[in-house]
């Protein structure tokens, strides 16, 4: 199941994604769920944005094109 990420949570993540890498990251809500897009990729952004998330135990799962991804829940055994 995707999780979801509240307001202000997207809002540091954006915010950190701007300054670290000066690319823009959006956020889409539909009723099938929350996901999130880069307009470009650089260098480091996609092992940056899944070491930023596994510490909040979520997993950023990257379509092919390597710019959107949803969020799983890392389940731990």
């Known amino acids: 199941m995707p999780e979801t990420l509240d307001f202000t949570e997207i ?3 954006k915010n ?3 300054k670290k890498y ?3 990251l959006h956020s889409h809500d539909a ?3 929350q996901y999130f897009s880069f307009d470009e990729t ?3 952004v996609q092992q940056f944005t899944k070491e930023y998330f596994s510490v909040k135990k979520l ?3 990257f379509a092919d ?3 959107s991804f949803t969020l799983e829940r ?3 055994c």
Request: aromatic share 8%; charged share 15%.
């Open 11 to 13: 809002l540091e993540f």
């Open 16 to 18: 950190i994604i701007n």
């Open 22 to 24: 000066g690319i823009y």
């Open 31 to 33: 009723c099938s769920g």
């Open 42 to 44: 650089k260098n480091g």
């Open 59 to 61: 997993l950023p799962v």
């Open 65 to 67: 094109d390597g710019l």
């Open 74 to 76: 890392i389940e731990l």
